[in-house]
């Protein structure tokens, strides 16, 4: 493994992630870089069936492949039709939970879909492609497999890596199906190596372990010289990891996430988050991210509406961003004069440490009982700060106070109270 810290790279792919702050390991930069220079380079990232869509935890890994693409290389999406009945255990308190094969097919369509937004497909040296590792692991002789692979796995290696020794240290159980988990992604790579001519892998850092075992599986059996590359893991400044809220996964489908929500989500970017995010997410050059970043007071809004919007264009199409955008000015403006809503004070100590939902319903008079509350709710009838709220139990608290200091919760259209902390 070399340490990314040098910045002189040849290669474009390269110099952008470098730049940009997606380098958190690789197997050789050096020797990646001198292949990637020479010409097209086919790479692949692996991803789960695990739901309908994926959410903005996942953004990262597709933005590699759009960079690489933009510098002249091959992306290989691969969808985990195979892997997916295994599970992954990297870095997870517990086993999840296995799906059949009708939910890891529906849940594959549904992934399919975002792909189309960031990358072009077709038979070209640098078109996309996407293929599904059930074409080859459905088929394995269990007995052939572990004699022609087994042996070139050592298992005292296979727990020294992070993502199985920190579950094992916690005393968590790790099942055999779990465990094999690795092996089955190494093969992954071999086989894409041999029928895709692939020499490089990427994922998260939660996947080093898992990409190392592919990468000396594939130089063992097939003697070719192939690489693996990590970025870093993201949480916001505050430590919140990244495609998660108080309101649930941040989507990148719009049919489990509507297009101004996934706007309001990065306009709601920690200030310390902006250039970062700006870097990662967006495409904007250096010195537009550089300007950006700089501005400082209420001034740093202006830079996370284009972060929202440069995001949502990428994701859901220049015109579903500015139309978000535009709703959310419209929004603020209603909000700027909701000084003749009616408020309701509330001790400052019980919002630090959160009210549920269908309590503060009750309690401020939108509801005249809990249960009305929880049916309010769950119906799709309560909102907080605009958003629907989607748990009834969800906990409210100083971390939703709005740029007004208050907390505007709805029941409605027309139903609204300021929540104001004294």
């Known amino acids: 493994m070399t340490a990314p810290q040098k910045t002189d790279f040849r290669s474009e792919f390269l110099r952008e992630l470098s730049a940009r702050g997606y380098i958190h390991q690789c197997t050789d930069l050096d020797a990646l870089d001198a292949k990637l220079e020479k010409g097209p380079v086919a790479a692949y990232i692996g991803f789960d069936c695990t739901a309908d869509s994926l959410h903005v935890g996942g953004l990262i890994q597709i933005m590699l492949l759009r960079w690489l693409q933009k510098t002249g290389h091959k992306p290989i999406v691969l969808m985990g039709g195979g892997t997916s009945k295994v599970g992954d255990p990297s870095f997870k308190d517990e086993a999840r939970k296995l799906i059949t094969e009708e939910e890891i097919q529906r849940n594959m369509d549904g992934i399919k879909k975002v792909f189309s937004k960031y990358l072009t497909f077709g038979d070209g040296p640098t078109d ?89 599986l594939t130089r063992r059996i097939s003697q070719n010289e192939v690489y693996g590359l990590t970025s870093p893991l993201l949480t916001t400044s505050s430590g919140v990891k990244m495609g998660k809220t108080v309101g649930g996964a941040v989507w990148l489908n719009e049919e489990r996430l509507s297009v101004y929500d996934f706007w309001q989500y990065w306009r709601n970017t920690e200030d310390a988050d902006v250039g970062r995010f700006l870097r990662l997410f967006t495409e904007l050059s250096e010195d537009e991210i550089q300007k950006l970043e700089a501005m400082q007071g209420a001034d740093i809004n202006e830079a996370k509406k284009i972060l929202a919007t440069e995001v949502t264009r990428l994701c859901h199409g220049i015109e579903a961003a500015e139309a978000a955008a535009e709703t959310a000015r419209k929004a603020f403006e209603e909000r700027s004069m909701s ?4 408020s309701h004070d509330i001790e400052k100590s019980r919002l630090e440490e959160g009210i549920p939902a269908f309590l503060l319903f009750k309690e401020i008079s939108l509801a005249n009982s809990n249960s009305e509350a929880r049916k309010l709710i769950k119906g799709g009838g309560g909102r907080l700060n605009d958003t629907q709220i989607k748990d009834d139990s969800l906990s409210i608290s100083l971390s939703d106070l709005n740029d007004e200091g208050s907390i505007k919760i709805s029941a409605g259209k027309k139903r609204h109270i300021l929540v104001k902390p004294v």
């Open 128 to 216: 996309a492609v996407m293929v599904n590792n059930a074409d080859w692991l459905d088929n394995i002789n269990y007995l052939e497999f572990l004699r022609d692979y087994g042996v070139h796995f050592s298992v005292n290696r296979m727990l020294s890596f992070d993502s199985v020794k920190l579950r094992l240290d916690r005393e968590q159980s790790l099942s055999f199906l779990e465990f094999n988990y690795m092996i089955l992604q190494a093969y992954d790579f071999m086989e894409l190596n041999k029928r895709r001519d692939c020499l490089l892998q990427m994922g998260g850092s939660d996947q080093w372990g898992n990409i190392v075992n592919g990468v000396d």
């Open 339 to 342: 000084a003749d809503l009616p």
